[in-house]
């Protein structure tokens, strides 16, 4: 073991405070992205960290992969039993979506494109270097003409958006992050609040509730039209707990994530 | 050399911090691999190279990094409580890095965790609380290994 001896000569506070005002000064520069400093370095850095994010996760999935070998035989067999029911079901599909095209437009409803959306796939190549944020890096940047406050979805639900972008890859915040907030509406009881992180991956804080108002267990949680950043009508969540004592406002109301956040590999970008 | 190998010690760990780490969480809690290998430099090295070495870590930090900016800055004043401390302390290097890391990481998170909140941010305090002492325990649980690390890295 090696002895740690406190017999270093204490020197003046001078070289700490020039050392502090340094820090300061590239804080600054890390702020403001001067000289595009952000976008440069995580530039360089992309190809490294997808080759090892990509050995990583090849070496991860040998023993599933080895397993799920197994299950493939019956696995097709059964999507091919599938197929043919689903394509029956489709061609009923396809009727009762011409079937509500016609009727929106004979109600002169507004805004029928709304929810079909332009999708984009990434790749989850990282998270952020500070544990203390809940934040991902996806393999699609400037170049695949990603932009700052784009959505990012998967199938089950909102996942967060886009607050960095460089040449070849985006930074996303998650909406389980302390500093997201999200506009968010009760899909049942049209109830709005504001769906925030809750320092817990498996649970969100949905605020601003009026306690006038009814919300309850179970009841789906969807992005909200008055957001300014997100599509109306995404899935954020399911309420897992609703509580308000006499005196409040407001509703204290736990949303479930419809998002599993531990196991993100792709994600859809609205375009 | 030395400061080549400190350079891609650094990049080394930004890699495993964000590429391997996700897969190995912690109950869902990250270990914040530059705050152990700043307190445990500044434990071995000299004291004005290990606030440079902290100042270039938090840098690294902050450029992989969105929203908050402050990792150069407290990277820094870590290294110089560390230093400041251990000019007052005599003891094995090891146990020595290892209180600190213990000592520093919840600080470091109360003092996150109040910014957040006094900037308008509330949150579930048994959650962070919990964050707090498993990311605590995942920081202590590396320390052994990052200073085998360092110290084969830098040769101190």
């Given amino acids: 073991m090696k002895p740690y001896r406190g017999a270093r000569r204490k020197s003046s506070y001078r070289p700490a405070v020039i050392i502090v005002l340094l820090a300061l000064l590239l804080s ?19 190809p490294i ?43 009923l599909f396809e009727e009762l979506v011409n079937e509500n095209v016609r009727l929106r437009q004979a109600l002169d409803f507004q805004g029928t494109n709304r929810y079909r959306f332009k999708l984009g796939v990434a790749q989850v190549i990282a998270r952020g270097a500070s544990p203390y944020t809940s934040l991902m890096e996806i393999n699609q940047g400037v170049l695949s003409g990603v932009r700052v406050d784009m959505t990012v979805i998967v199938e089950a639900g909102l996942v967060g958006r886009v607050v960095e972008v460089s040449l070849f890859s985006s930074k996303v915040i998650l ?9 968010a509406v009760d899909q049942q009881n049209r109830e709005f609040g504001v769906v925030e992180g809750f320092a817990n991956q498996h649970s969100l804080a949905m605020k601003y509730v009026s306690s006038v108002g009814e919300i309850a267990v179970g009841d789906k949680i969807v992005t909200s039209p008055a957001s300014k ?15 308000k004592r006499d005196s409040d406002l407001f509703y204290d109301v736990r949303v479930k994530p419809a998002v599993n956040f531990s196991k993100l590999e792709e994600v859809f970008l609205i375009y | 050399m030395r400061t080549f190998k400190l350079i891609l010690f650094l990049l080394v760990l930004l890699l495993i911090q964000t590429v391997l780490l996700p897969f190995v969480t912690f109950f869902g809690a990250m270990p914040d691999l530059f705050l152990v290998a700043v307190v445990i430099y500044t434990v071995q090295a000299e004291k004005g190279t290990s606030t440079f070495f902290a100042a270039g870590a938090g840098f690294l930090q902050d450029l992989f990094s969105a929203g908050f900016y402050v990792n150069t800055l407290s990277k820094v004043v870590i290294s110089l409580l560390v230093g400041g401390i251990g000019d007052e302390v005599v003891g094995d290097a090891r146990s020595f890095s290892a209180s600190m890391v213990a000592i520093i990481t ?51």
């Fill in chain 1, 175 to 183: 909406i389980t992050d302390l500093k997201s907030s999200v506009a």
């Fill in chain 1, 229 to 243: 950043i997100f599509p109306p009508g995404i899935p954020i969540g399911t309420v897992a707990q609703v509580k």
């Fill in chain 2, 106 to 156: 919840p600080l470091y998170l109360i003092v996150e965790g109040l910014v957040i909140y006094f900037g308008g941010h509330h949150f579930s305090v048994f959650y962070y609380l919990l964050e707090i002492l498993l990311t605590t325990l995942y920081n202590l649980a590396l320390v052994p290994v990052i200073y085998f690390l360092m110290q084969k890295a830098t040769g101190e």
């Fill in chain 1, 49 to 91: 960290q997808y080759s090892v994010q990509y050995v990583v996760k090849g070496a991860l999935s040998v023993p599933a992969n080895i397993i799920a070998l197994h299950n493939l035989s019956r696995e097709n067999k059964d999507l091919k039993t599938r197929l043919t029911t689903s394509i029956s079901k489709l061609a």
């Fill in chain 1, 28 to 46: 600054y520069f890390t702020i403001n992205n001067s000289f595009g400093i952000r976008y440069i370095f995580t530039s360089i850095f992309y």
